[in-house]
């Protein structure tokens, strides 16, 4: 035991550890690091504070000497130039050129062996980074019902608004954030949200006694009254061409990572990446309409409506009481009024309807009683589905003026609560979102030859894409919200809502876009597909309908 004791050789005293040497290291180290990752991409020169600082050698001084080999020479000369895309370009489309699966393998497999260790580090550092991408959606901001406002109000740039979320959630789920109020509106802090004051006249102009539709319904003719929201159309169009450019942008790095990088356990994909952003932009789309915390929405489209004469037999879908109804904005025969007495319709009663002698009641013939029958207020939504088989002519006297909205404007009655279908489509929309993030995590790992300074530069388009898509969308909300063109109203029951849409067709002087039709002063005049409009798709962009194509001159 002493012998051995004996050969042990002592120890070399450590050298004092000092926090300031030490800090300088890091600090130089930093920025060289920096000055060669930037040069690789532009070509700029190395920052001028680092030839201000001691060399790292003067600090420490390593014992092991730079290997002189073929690897780790091809490895310091591919750190030190700059990136050379074409290059990289072909040698991924050289892996992907075997006629199998094993054949690409064994490309890749060369091309591996013949790396040093500082690409593999780099190509290593490269994919952790780029495996942060299916988080971006929680970075680019929470859910935001001006985002919802978008969607309703124009489609198109309410979808494109979900393709940029990057997975991300962009519509709240509780009914309580759906309070449509323009002070309320916040834009998640990238727009500004000075308003001014302004005054509300509509509790001044209503009967406090009425009911609650009957007051939203008041406040829907006030707001079909004032002339403003023309200035929509130019922004709306405005902000989709932003979106497309930074979707294109998007897709363009997407190409750009998948040009020269190989998925190991996905050798032969090309488009690895456009289909990786395939699949969040589906889930995202899908999760967006599950989120919504109402099952069944009644959107309306109105617009002021010119002065025109309504055919006779035009269906009645509300009874519009503020119309004289001898006029010529109506039909010519008596109309019964909301003091008809109660129809008996029960099918033991001998007569289907009640004859009074008072002469303020108006006689009534069958067809007059099927069109009071059909508009009922329970059984308004029932025939609007159901749709009214009608088309026909409408009077225009050209020989005086008239007005109409340019633009029109939107009011949704929205039913609390969601659906057992609803409920499960929520359920199976989060489960391919989470099914698409553990994919996607997965695939980034083990995705290959990519260099930092391909993920630097596609973090920043991504991330970017992301963040300004999430902008132009709130800024688009902030514009449109200047002129309140959306009405929106939750209630408790499908009764409820029938009252609300049928107060509101009852207004005289309004055009009434409702589930393929179109109502005016309570009768419908037109019956059209809704997915052939272009109000489906291109929301406030399309004009109200035109109700001069169904005229007739005077």
């Known amino acids: 035991m002493p012998a051995r004791c004996a050969e042990k050789r002592p120890r070399a005293p450590r050298e004092p550890f000092h926090v300031i040497t030490a800090a300088s290291y890091i600090a130089i180290d930093t920025l060289s690091r920096v000055s060669v990752v930037t040069s690789r991409v532009v070509k700029v020169p190395v920052l001028g504070l680092a030839s201000l600082l001691p060399r790292a050698s003067a600090i420490f001084t390593f014992g092991p000497q730079a290997s002189n080999d073929t690897a780790s020479a091809e490895d310091a000369h591919a750190l030190t130039n700059l990136f050379d895309f074409h290059s990289w370009r072909a040698r991924g489309s050289f892996i992907r050129s075997g006629q199998n699966r094993a054949n690409c393998l064994g490309n890749l497999s060369l091309v591996l062996s013949q790396a040093g260790p500082l690409v593999a580090a780099e190509t290593s550092g490269a994919s952790g980074a780029l495996s942060l991408l299916p988080t971006a959606g929680a970075l680019i901001g929470a859910p935001a019902k001006e985002l919802w ?154 617009s002021k409506a010119p002065d025109v004469r309504i055919s006779e037999d035009a269906p009645i879908v509300a009874h519009c009481a503020g119309k004289d109804m001898k006029g010529k904005n109506s039909i010519s025969h008596p109309t019964i009024t909301h003091t008809l007495p109660p129809i008996d319709i029960s099918p033991h009663s001998d007569n289907q309807f009640t004859e009074t002698k008072s002469s303020a009641y108006a006689t009534v013939t069958d067809t007059t009683v099927s069109s009071t029958l059909s508009s009922t207020p329970r059984a308004i939504l029932s025939n609007l589905e159901a749709g009214y088989n009608t088309t026909g002519r409408v009077i225009i006297d050209r020989s005086k003026p008239w007005s109409a909205s340019r633009v029109p404007f939107y009011v949704i009655i929205s039913l609390e609560g969601i659906s057992h279908p609803h409920a499960t489509f929520r359920v199976i929309s989060k489960a391919i979102s989470v099914g698409v993030y553990a994919a996607g995590t997965a695939t980034f790992a083990s995705a290959t030859l990519i260099t930092i300074s391909v993920a630097l530069t596609v973090l920043c388009l991504v991330l970017g894409a992301g963040v300004f898509g999430r902008v132009v969308a709130m800024w688009m909300a902030s514009e449109m919200m200047k002129t309140d063109p959306v009405l929106h109203r939750v209630v408790k029951t499908r009764d409820e809502a029938a009252d609300y849409i049928e107060s509101i067709l009852a207004i005289p002087g309004l055009t009434c876009e409702v589930m393929g039709h179109v109502i005016v002063n309570g009768r419908c005049i037109k019956r059209y597909n809704k997915w052939f409009r272009m109000a489906t798709f291109f929301g406030v962009l399309a004009p109200p309908y035109d109700i001069s194509k169904l005229a007739v001159s005077k």
Not at 177 to 191: N, R, W
Not at 266 to 281: H, I, N, P
């Open 149 to 302: 406002v978008v969607y309703k109000l124009m489609p198109l740039a309410g979808v494109l608004s979900m393709l940029l979320s990057l997975g991300g959630n962009i519509v709240p789920t509780q009914t309580s954030e759906y309070e449509l109020k323009t002070s309320a509106f916040s834009y998640g802090g990238f727009i500004a949200t000075s308003h001014e004051e302004r005054v509300d006249e509509v509790d001044d102009m209503v009967d406090h006694n009425w009911s609650d539709a009957k007051k939203f319904a008041r406040r829907v003719e006030c707001r079909a009254k004032e002339p403003k929201g023309s200035r929509k159309r130019l922004i709306v169009g405005f902000g989709i061409f932003l979106q497309c450019f930074w979707l294109t942008v998007l897709l363009a790095a997407c190409w750009f990572t998948q040009s020269g990088s190989v998925v190991v356990w996905w050798c032969q994909a090309w488009g690895w990446m456009l289909f990786w952003y395939l699949t969040v932009a589906i889930s995202s789309v899908l999760e967006n309409i599950a989120g919504v915390p109402f099952t069944k929405q009644w959107t309306l489209r109105i």
